[in-house]
């Protein structure tokens, strides 16, 4: 079933684990990937990060299409096993697919560990990993490291300085190697940059909000406004999007 409103198409998508929704913001032209975002288990698409980057991407040739899970479109406060995730985002790939565009696999928290366990099974061109839940807060120990190194595709991390499920030196291999930066020249505002080698290559690229928490919200006395917090993430994207050709 589908919806039209001026600015936005909602669509839903019957999946193994109940109906899904997708929300999409498309590029007024020329759009050359789809950008698939997922949202977190404590909140939905309204998170900052996600609406800053389906109000920006479009303009740069990026589809994106922000996918409520099952759980949440049943308005349940809590979610599901990572099975009953996983079985919601393969149910809704066949119409994100549906353009005929490259997908960038994408989420929040939870829903960027959904993006990398699925990704190479999904045939997803890269992922786009917001707040990836390194390990549960004050549990160091339990990392989801290999999560995030098994995408197997293009992988930008965006992290918040503060981030109490993994700050950006907590990443294994951050900042190890010959680039220790984003490219040269690239000025993200706000923002601090690295990538990680992990083996014989670059496994993922992270770019860090300074002062950013899970959410990236920063305290008011940070070094930086909330706005440049924001469009830290949303530059790092547009920058790295424009790099996947």
Known sequence: MISESSDVTVETVETDAGPARITWHRAPRGARLVLAAGHGAGGGIEARDLKALAAVLPAHGVTVALVEQPWRVAGKKVAPAPKTLDAGWRGVWPALTGPGLPVIAGGRSAGARVACRTAGELGAHAVLA????????????????????????????????????????????????????????????????????????????????????????????????????????????????????
């Open 130 to 245: 917001l707040s990836f839940p390194l390990h549960p807060p004050g549990r160091p120990e339990k990392s989801r490291a290999d999560e995030l190194l098994g995408a197997g595709v293009p992988t930008l991390v965006v992290q918040g300085g503060n981030d109490p499920f993994g700050r950006p030196e907590e990443f294994p291999g951050y900042g190890r190697g010959r680039a220790t930066g984003v490219p040269p020249g690239v000025q993200l505002r706000g923002s601090v940059g690295a990538r990680a080698v992990v083996g014989d290559g670059w496994a993922y690229e992270l770019v860090g909000v300074p002062h950013g928490d899970h959410g990236f919200a920063v305290p008011k006395r940070a070094g930086i406004t909330q706005e440049e917090a924001v469009a830290a993430v949303t530059d790092a994207v547009v920058r790295w999007s424009g790099s996947l050709g």
